[in-house]
């Protein structure tokens, strides 16, 4: 099945610069990648996706990297604020009969220093 | 008017006994799943509903049981609790992809 691997686990970073989040899956088949972010005790929400049929997606701050071959995407987070600080997931699935079976990375707590 | 909500957000009981959480969506999405996030953090999807049906079963313990009553509803019933089942599990719905999450139900297992 399935396996993916984060990095780093802890990431601290000074307000105002960039910080970088990687991911690695196992399955070819994976084809759809998300990342939700998590304030503490909130609920997981989705703030980029890709799908496997394009390399790199920007929203205002935020940006994903997709390298199919290598089997790794990456979350791009530029003029960090203090409001970014969370836990950081990254998912990687393949479409099950209308379902989307995500399998999670273990997480990486971004610390935005002011 | 929240998209995707759970009852009840907390639930503390004794091992042994039997509990049930209930998720409702106003989406309209046709999949639900339930997923469980363990005291590190690590979120681990058990079951997903397509328009009632089971479509996806996690390795799960059989005192896990979802019910789907209709597309809008997934409920969890979990038999002879234990204290390994403290956790947070979090419904989602989605329409495809991607998907959305409830608020969640945190389960203290004393």
């Known amino acids: 099945g399935e396996n993916v691997e984060q990095h780093p686990s802890t990431l601290s970073v000074q307000e105002g610069d960039s910080a970088v989040i990687k991911c690695t899956y196992s399955d070819s088949a994976s084809n759809y990648f998300p990342w939700y972010k998590q304030e503490l005790g909130k609920r997981p929400q989705l703030i980029i996706d890709?799908?496997?049929?394009?390399g790199e997606k920007k929203d205002q701050r935020i940006a994903v990297t997709l390298n199919k071959t290598a089997k790794h995407f990456s979350l791009h987070i530029t003029e960090t604020q203090p409001e970014d600080s969370a836990v950081y997931f990254c998912a990687a699935s393949n479409g099950i009969q209308g379902a989307q079976k995500l399998v999670f990375g273990q997480g990486t707590r971004l610390t935005i220093n002011p | 008017d929240t998209a995707v909500s759970q009852t009840p957000k907390y639930l503390v009981t004794q091992m042994g006994n039997d509990k049930s959480i209930k998720c409702e969506q106003n989406l309209g999405h046709d999949t639900m799943y339930w997923y469980k996030q363990d005291s590190k953090k690590f979120l681990k999807i058990m079951f997903s509903?397509?328009?009632?049906?089971?479509?996806i079963n996690e390795t799960v313990p059989n005192r896990f049981s979802p019910k789907s009553p209709d597309k809008a509803h997934l409920n969890l019933h979990i038999n002879s609790l234990e204290l390994g089942d403290s956790a947070v599990y979090f419904c989602a719905s989605s329409q495809a992809a991607p998907q959305y999450f409830g608020p969640g139900t945190r389960l203290l297992v004393l």
């Open positions: 509903y397509n328009n009632k049906e089971l479509i």
């Open positions: 890709i799908r496997s049929n394009v």
